[in-house]
């Protein structure tokens, strides 16, 4: 695994984040909430790796943890605002505990803990919610069996791309920071890892709006969760 | 530290594929199960319909044998009653000096036991049974235009094959409901029953020329009297395993098809 190789992925990966959104932004208006509100993390993540890449670029690294946070923190809140959705709006005093925890874990770290690496707690407090909130979408589908083939609901493809995008890289932000401060690890192979799998979940989602965008063409009225 | 850095990459690995296969597993689960879960659903489904469907019957069959009980009451019991007082009524004014004065009485009772010979008829039409289904429509369809003075074409196509009596019975009521409807609410000036088979179906066709009507706005109606004739037929159309199409491309007027299978499914 070279850098070249990591930053070949990374570019595949934000070529397929403005795929996603501009899938989510099609005939916006027609489209469920949840939709809409899994686009802007893409938008943002794309924006995001483009500011990491000219903090890079022009060597300021007092700031290259800025784009991260503000994703990690966008991200979440948009997920979580999907999974709400989502999930009927259940369980919302475990959306509300868990998100101001996340925030507090993610502020505290910034400015804390992880002032001059990278966020990995918060990566790993992301994952474990964006988990939770996953098997809640399986097991809301297994009690309301809204469709007859699973695999032409959307959300089924979205919610695995997460699920096992999530599941894969939360090994590695916990190790994070053992890897770097403790072995003295440059990351690369572990990182192109996760942008491998990181193009795998794009992929999925990019399944998942597909079929979203055909029932949205054959049936412009039909909900699709 | 060293012996950390060589095995890092192998206790990685297994604990990341863990999760993944675990991920993995939770998602095909997913896909598996739910598939299983909704064939339960289909099956229990199937059931509580299969229940229904012989509620529905028993219920009707117990209707039907409570008017042959009815019919046969008031015709062997009130009509032979009402004959015999007939039979009195004229021997009696035979008798009397002014057998005019019973000429009115005798009239009345004539018209009463047409009346009971009707009802009786109604509940359950005797041609049915004694010379079969096309036949049993046919005079219905006499009984109708004598009634109402609407004329009513009866026509026959191909070769019609008997089947279940009690098919036939239910299969004459959904017939007897349509020109009922058609009656009372088409506004016609004609009505046409077409019975005729084609391979092995039976093809009833009510048709009229009036002002037509919206199935699937009376399926959809709140009030519970409208739509309700429709719903027996559509309920007895299912027993029979029937299926019924309403013509909506015609700009006036209506058609009523039904298409009843011979053999019972």
Redesign the interface.
């Known amino acids: 695994m070279t850098l070249e190789f990591l930053m070949l992925l990374g570019k595949i990966q934000m070529a397929l984040s403005v795929v996603i959104a501009v899938l989510c932004l099609y005939r916006f208006k027609s489209r469920e909430k949840y939709i809409r509100l899994i686009g802007y993390p893409f938008i943002v993540g794309f924006l995001c790796n483009a500011a990491g890449l000219l903090l890079g670029k022009y060597q300021l690294r007092a700031f290259y943890n800025v784009p991260n946070f503000v994703y990690v923190i966008s991200a979440f809140c948009l997920f979580s605002a999907a999974y709400y959705h989502l999930l009927n709006r259940k369980y919302k005093s475990l959306f509300i505990a868990l998100t101001i925890g996340f925030l507090a874990v993610a502020l505290l770290n910034f400015f804390l803990y992880q002032k001059n690496s990278m966020n990995s707690y918060t990566y790993v407090g992301e994952a474990i919610v964006i988990?939770i909130y996953a098997?809640l979408y399986?097991y809301k589908?297994?009690v309301e069996?809204p469709e007859?083939h699973?695999?032409r609901l959307p959300m089924?493809w979205i919610n695995?791309a997460l699920?096992?995008f999530f599941?894969?890289t939360?090994?590695?932000y916990t190790?994070t920071s053992y890897?770097t401060n403790?072995?003295k690890?440059d990351l690369i192979a572990?990182w192109s890892?996760h942008n491998m799998l990181s193009l795998f979940q794009h992929l999925l989602i990019i399944v998942g709006l597909c079929y979203d965008i055909s029932r949205l063409r054959t049936n412009p009225v039909a909900g699709s969760r | 530290?060293e012996q950390?850095?060589t095995n890092?990459p192998l206790i990685?690995s297994l604990?990341?594929v863990g999760?993944?296969i675990?991920?993995?597993s939770?998602?095909l689960f997913?896909?598996f199960?739910?598939?299983k879960?909704?064939q339960e659903?289909f099956k229990r489904k199937q059931l509580e319909l299969d229940y229904q469907q012989r509620m529905m019957q028993a219920s009707m069959e117990s209707e039907e044998n409570e008017r042959r009980r009815l019919a046969g009451e008031l015709h062997d019991s009130i009509g032979a009653m009402l004959s015999t007082i007939r039979v009195g009524i004229t021997t009696v004014a035979r008798q009397i000096p002014d057998p005019q004065s019973l000429e009115q009485p005798k009239q009345m009772l004539d018209d009463t036991i047409q009346s009971v010979r009707k009802i009786s008829r109604d509940l359950m039409p005797s041609t049915l049974e004694k010379f079969g289904f096309a036949q049993a429509v046919k005079e219905l369809c006499e009984r109708f235009h004598a009634t109402s003075q609407v004329p009513i074409q009866y026509t026959e196509k191909g070769e019609l094959k008997s089947f279940d009596k009690n098919r036939e019975l239910m299969l004459f009521r959904v017939v007897q409901e349509l020109l009922n409807n058609a009656l009372k609410h088409s506004q016609g000036t004609l009505i046409n029953v077409m019975v005729g088979s084609e391979g092995e179906q039976l093809l009833v066709a009510v048709e009229d020329n009036g002002i037509g009507f919206d199935a699937e706005a009376l399926h959809l109606s709140t009030d519970s009297g409208r739509g309700l004739g429709l719903f027996n037929i559509e309920n007895r159309a299912r027993l029979l395993n029937a299926k019924i199409e309403y013509d909506k491309t015609r700009s006036s007027g209506s058609k009523t098809t039904l298409i009843v299978p011979y053999e019972k499914v």
Request: no cysteine; proline share 0%.
């Open positions: 988990i098997i399986f589908l297994l069996l007859q699973i695999h089924f695995s699920l096992i599941s894969g939360f090994i590695l190790f890897l403790v072995l690890d572990y890892f | 530290m950390d850095s890092f990685f604990l990341t999760m993944l675990m991920a993995g939770i998602v997913v896909a199960y739910q598939k879960m909704l659903q």
